[in-house]
Structures are given as C-alpha cells and as structure tokens.
C-alpha cells in the first residue's frame, strides 16, 4: 500500500470521446508523475507536476493534459480519444529522501479501454 | 532517445529455481532502478543502483550494475511463487525533473 490512490479503477470510453483519470498523492509529496503503460510494455512518462506546474514532459501530443491542486491531487485528461490510448494509466508521487535518494510511489492505475 | 531492452521477455521457472534477468542501456545509467510490478497494481521500487560495478542484495534478490554503466542483471535465489511478477528496469534522470524511462520489463512466474 503506497498510499497514492487513483479513480476510477477501470473505465470504457469510445472513440473521439474525452477522459479525466483522478489521483490522489502521499501525504507530504509535492510532485505527481503521470505514465502510460500499454499492454506487455514498460510504462512511459507522460508529464510531470511540481508544485502545479508542468516540470516535464515525455512524447506525447497536446490532447494530453494534466493539473495539479493546491492539495497536490491531481488530473490527467485526455481529449479526441484514439484506440492506442487504450493502457493502464499510472500515477507516481514523489519525495525526495533527506539522503538525498529519489523514490516515486505508484498509485494502482486506472485500465483504460478505448473502443 | 535512450532505450532499455530487457531480457528475456518471459520467463517460468518451478519454485526453488534460480532464475537472472537483464536490461541493457543504449546510453549510460544516470540512475538505475530495478521495480517489480504485480497485476492489478503499481511498479514497486526493489533498489536504486547509481556507481558503476556495484552489487547489492535484497534478502535472495541480488543486482549487479556493469562497470560501464549501460547494462544490470537482477539474480533471484530459490525463487518463490511470491515472486512472480513484471520485473522492470529504469532510469531516473533527475536532470529530466526526476523522469523514469523504463525498459520493455521481463514477466517471470514461479509455478510451485
């Protein structure tokens, strides 16, 4: 149990249709990591949040968006949905150590499937 | 763009086996780290692994980092059916706002 949450677990959408994915961070972490993890492949970095702003983005187009709230949760929408959207959608919070080591806590993901 | 292969993509094993996976950097690590992924739920960090040549172990998990620092293996002892899972290598690249960029993974089942 890591602590970060995410909502909803599974969902269906069509195609052309418009998503929001819900997450919810660790107590204490101030930055939000977003990944995409198709099936049978490693995840891949979407964006990242720090402290609401966007701090980094991986290759993904513009229809992908996020935001982050003052209580650090945090958004990831999706517009004009495409069939490859279909993945597990993670999200990360993280927290750097006073040792200065760097772990990012994985929420459970929501399954996304676009028909 | 850096690429992380790993190998093999799957592997199934009896319970008490010793089984080795690898992952393979087309660059060099600016900070490696092995995760473990179960169904229906998130990675979970195993250990970071950041100079070259540097073993470490984790009860009967054991990784080794190259001395180069492009290529790790992760050894598992008396394997468990516990430890089935997605195993998954990464980099994190704190220059990058602490972006991970992951390999393919390597799926293992320990059947009992």
């Known amino acids: 149990e890591t602590g970060v949450t995410q909502s909803p677990t599974h969902l269906i959408k069509t195609r052309g249709q418009q998503v929001t994915l819900r997450c919810s961070s660790q107590?204490?972490?101030?930055?939000v990591s977003w990944y995409q993890q198709a099936l049978g492949q490693g995840p891949q970095f979407i964006f990242q949040y720090y402290r609401e702003e966007e701090n980094g983005r991986g290759n993904f187009p513009p229809r992908f968006s996020g935001l982050q709230f003052p209580n650090y949760s945090s958004e990831l929408n999706v517009n004009a949905l495409e069939l490859d959207d279909s993945a597990l959608y993670l999200c990360a919070s993280s927290l750097v150590h006073t040792s200065g080591s760097y772990e990012q806590y994985f929420g459970p993901g929501t399954r996304l499937t676009v028909t | 763009t850096q690429l992380l292969e790993q190998s093999p993509q799957f592997l199934s094993i009896q319970e008490g086996e010793n089984l080795t996976v690898y992952c393979n950097s087309s660059s060099v690590f600016s900070s490696l780290q092995w995760y473990r992924q179960e169904p229906g739920e998130g990675p979970v960090l195993l250990v970071t692994v950041v100079t070259g040549g540097e073993v470490k172990k984790l009860k009967r998990l054991t990784f080794q980092f190259g001395d180069a620092r492009k290529d790790s293996s992760l050894h598992i002892t008396a394997a468990q059916p516990g430890d089935t899972g997605l195993y998954l290598c990464a980099d994190l690249i704190k220059a990058a706002g602490n972006k991970l960029t992951f390999g393919g993974g390597t799926r293992v089942l320990v059947k009992p």
């Open positions: 107590s204490g972490h101030n930055t």
